[in-house]
C-alpha cells in the first residue's frame, strides 16, 4: 500500500496558520515532529502556553489540512507546550529582535494605515461603525486590528463577537480575533469582568493605550481602526502623540448641535497636527417601514455641514465620507455580536458602510520615510 509523503505533509502543514499569530505553525516553532505509520499520520505540535484557548482550532486545522495528502487514511495530533526558552524564542522572533519594543505603527517604515474614529457627542455611533468598518475591510481581503480605546465605556468585543481572552507570550499579548479583525480592549484585563467599572486618571489611560499598541502582537495590518471615547479628553490627546501619523474620522449624527460638537472634536486636529480623513453622518434619513416617506429622526445636513466647516477651518479638504441610515438591525447585530455588514449586506446601512470602507481600506500609502530595501555596495 502506497505510504504518504513526508514532504507533501511537510507542505500541508507549512499552510496552517496559527489563529492568534496568524503565521504558519512551521515558520514559528510549533511543529515538534511527524510520524508517518501506514496512511496514519501523527503530528506533534507545540502549543505557546498550556491551556491555549485556540488548541482546538490549530487542530482541526491540522487536521483539516494534512487529511488532503494522498495516501493519508488517518491524522492525530498530539499537543505539547513550549519551553521557557522556546516561548523566549518566539518573542524575539516575533518582535523582530528588538528587546525594547516601539509601536511599530509610529515607525517610519510603516505600511499600516491608521484611522481613530472619533466625535464630539457621545453615542452618536462611533463603535457600532468602527465594528462594521473592521469587520467590513476584513472581508474585503484587508488584514485589519482594532484597538477599543474607549477604556471606561469598551463595548467592541460585544460587537464583533471577540471576547476570549488574549493568550499571553513572555508579555507579549496575542489578540483574539472576530470575524478576521484582532481585537483589543480593556475588558478581558479586568479580573472582576465586564461589569466591573474602570476608574484610571489620564496617565493610566495613557499606559494602557500604549501598551495595547506596544505589547500587542499585531502582525502585518494593512489597516489599524481606534475607536475612541467621545470628545477631546485624555485619550484622544494620547493617540495624538503615540500615533502622530493617524488619521481622524469623525462621526456626527445629522442635528445642527452634535455637528456643532463635532466641529470643536475635529478642530483640535490643527492643534495636535492631525489629518483628518473625513465625516461619517450616521443615523441619516430611513424610509418609514410603512410608507416609504423618509424619515429624518435627528434632523437633516449635519455631516456635510461639519465637512464643510472643517475645511474651512483646517485649510484642507475634509470631505463627508458617507451617511449611514438609521437601521434598527444595525443596533441589534451589534447587540448579538453579528455585524450587519456581513448578516445583510445589501441592507442600505450595510452598502454605505462597505463604500467608505473601500475609501479608507485602499488610500494610496504615502511612500515617504520607507526603506527602499537596498543597501549601499561597500567593496
Ligand atoms: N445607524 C444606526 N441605526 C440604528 N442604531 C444605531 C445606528 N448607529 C448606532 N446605533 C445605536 O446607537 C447606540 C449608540 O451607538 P454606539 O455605542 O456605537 O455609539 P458611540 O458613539 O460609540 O457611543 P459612546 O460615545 O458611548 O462610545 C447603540 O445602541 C447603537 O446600536
Ligand atoms: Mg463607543
Partial sequence: MPTPDLSAIEAALATVKDPEIHRPITEIGMLKGVDI??????????LTISGCPMRETITDRVVAAVSKVPH???VLVELDVMSEEQRAELKKLLSGGADDREIPFSQPGSLTRVYAIASGKGGVGKSSLTANLAAAMADMGLSVGLVDADIYGHSIPRMLNASTPPTQVEGMIMPPTGYGVRVISMAPFKPGGVTQPVA?????????LES????VYWGDLDVLLLDLPPGTGDIALSTASLLP?????????PQAAAADVAVRAGTLAAQTHQKVAGVIENMSSFPCPKCGEPMDLFGIG?????????TEVLGTNVPLLGKIPFDVKLREGGDSGHPLVLSDPE????????????QLGK???????LSLGISPNRK
Fill in 37 to 46: 505509520s501506514g496512511g496514519i499520520v501523527t503530528v506533534g505540535v507545540f
Fill in 72 to 74: 493519508v487514511t488517518e
Fill in 200 to 208: 484610571f486618571r489620564g496617565p493610566m489611560l495613557h499606559r494602557y
Fill in 212 to 215: 495595547f499598541l506596544k505589547d
Fill in 245 to 253: 501619523g493617524a488619521e481622524l474620522v469623525l462621526v456626527t449624527t
Fill in 302 to 310: 449635519g455631516g456635510s455641514l461639519v465637512a464643510e466647516q472643517l
Fill in 347 to 358: 441592507a442600505p446601512a450595510s452598502l454605505a458602510i462597505r463604500a467608505i470602507a473601500e
Fill in 363 to 369: 488610500r494610496p500609502r504615502g511612500l515617504a520615510g
